[in-house]
């Protein structure tokens, strides 16, 4: 993983990001391989036959006998043989240390058939160019006609041959699928050999990679090629909260790195009792309400305290010690006689809590608006009703403020009703003599 065991490199320095190992993602290159010899200087005098290549980026890999013609390294590109035609990969290992990944892949050197041809050229990565950009419209195309034919499949990615004569396609699917009317459609569609190969939802995340909630790059697409199965019992051996959507991983199911430190969870919680849930004394039945794990501490709180007590913090050992006597009908006088008393202010695991209804209050500017809108409703003419007295003091009383806004009011009401009689008047005047 990272730049360290990077093979594409110019002048000791690895290419790609060019962090020079700062960015520590292993990104170059997936399921990378780290060649701790390479440092060495040692010369084999019969250099291992048998080489790995890595096939889109450590998507997938396989082993090919190196010929003493070809002299391919670590990190160059080669053609090599297949069942059916041409591919084009990438060293990714070679040496002695290829004899040790057959042996932990369980792989025979009898089984490995097929020679690399020679070291690849510029024609070649051009055609493995062009095969690169035909996937991903290919693998579109593909769940379309897949969708039309109603089959219960998801594509996941499709893998083009070097020499485009054969395309595999990686599915995922609960059941059985019969794709028999499948491979005719995608035959008829693009013209090569078709395979397909069905792949778990773990593997489809491995291939297609990503990011996980720890920021850092999924442990499938890395280095972990062994999947083990995980249950939400690893998840309680840790005290974890089951929470599905925060223990799933980008492929839907329970994230491998749960198992990671379970060993470590399961040796520690040998040391504490069992069925310590309860426990009872003189003082009161006393409730588990924590468990400290590699600190070896349990946290009891009494019954009728309701969690708003203290909480007293025990060793594994006195909890065993309780539990035994519980057993006999013994109780002793306390949980604790010399261990730390913790409260549970101290703690933050109080749980009362304040009400604070009635407590917040609109501030003056908002009341004020309030009153207006109810004036402009039509409630601005009509009489308010008697106030209620108060029970200040006459002394303490403060005078109401005329409103200086109602009175302007009342007087251009009164100055537009005078205008108005005026003209009437002068037009009653009018009318008398012209009768005249």
């Not at 990679?209 to 090629?225: A, F, H, Q």
């Not at 007293?312 to 006195?318: D, V």
């Not at 006459?394 to 009011?409: N, R, T, V, Y």
Request: charged share 30%.
């Amino acid at each position: 993983m990272g730049c360290t065991g990077c093979s594409v490199s110019s002048n000791g320095s690895p290419n790609g990001c060019q962090s020079n190992g700062g960015c520590a993602t292993g990104g170059c290159n997936r399921l990378n391989t780290y060649d701790w010899l390479s440092a060495l200087d040692i010369e084999d005098v019969e250099p291992f036959d048998i080489v790995e290549v890595s096939f889109k980026n450590g998507a997938r890999k396989s082993f090919h006998r190196n010929q003493p013609y070809t002299r391919a390294e670590t990190g160059d590109m080669v053609v090599v043989e297949t069942g059916n035609g041409l591919d084009l990969g990438r060293v990714s290992l070679s040496g002695e240390l290829v004899r040790l990944q057959m042996r932990k892949k369980k792989a025979e050197e009898d089984e490995v058939l097929h020679n690399v041809i020679r070291v690849a050229n510029e024609r070649d990565l051009e055609r493995l160019e062009e095969a690169r950009k035909l996937e991903l419209p290919t693998m579109i195309r593909a769940r379309a006609i897949a969708r039309t034919l109603g089959l219960d499949m998801k594509i996941g990615d499709v893998e083009f041959q070097g020499d485009k004569r054969k395309a595999t396609f990686y599915y995922t699917a609960d059941g059985r699928v019969d794709f028999r009317e499948l491979i005719r459609h995608f035959a008829k569609e693009f013209r090569v050999k078709i395979e397909m190969r069905q792949i778990g939802a773990r593997q489809e995340s491995a291939r297609i990679g990503g990011l996980g909630s720890c920021g850092r790059e999924l442990c499938c697409s890395t280095w972990l090629t062994d999947f083990k199965s995980v249950t939400t019992a690893a998840a309680r051996y840790q005290n974890l909260a089951i929470n599905q959507s925060k223990l799933s991983g980008m492929c839907g199911r329970l994230k491998c790195c749960l198992n990671y430190e379970l060993d470590t969870y399961l040796d520690a919680l040998d040391q504490f009792p069992k069925h310590a849930e309860k426990l009872q004394t003189e003082a009161g039945n006393a409730v588990l309400v924590k468990t400290d794990i590699f600190k070896g501490l349990m946290y009891y709180g009494y019954e009728h305290e309701n969690g708003r007590g203290k909480l007293y913090a025990i060793e594994a050992s006195r909890a065993h010690q309780i539990r035994e006597m519980n057993r006999k009908g013994e109780k002793p006088a306390d949980l604790v006689s010399l261990q730390s008393i913790i409260e549970a202010g101290e703690m933050e695991v109080e749980m009362d809590f304040e009400d604070v209804t009635g407590v917040i209050e609109l501030p003056e500017e908002e009341k004020r608006r309030k009153r207006r809108k109810n004036r402009r409703k039509g409630g601005g003419n009509k009489k308010s009703p008697p106030k209620a007295q108060s029970n200040k003091p006459k002394g303490g009383a403060e005078k109401q403020k005329p409103d200086s806004k109602s009175g302007q009011d009342n007087r251009s009401r009164d100055r537009r009703s005078r205008r108005r009689g005026n003209r009437k008047k002068g037009g009653n005047s009018n009318n008398n003599n012209q009768n005249k």
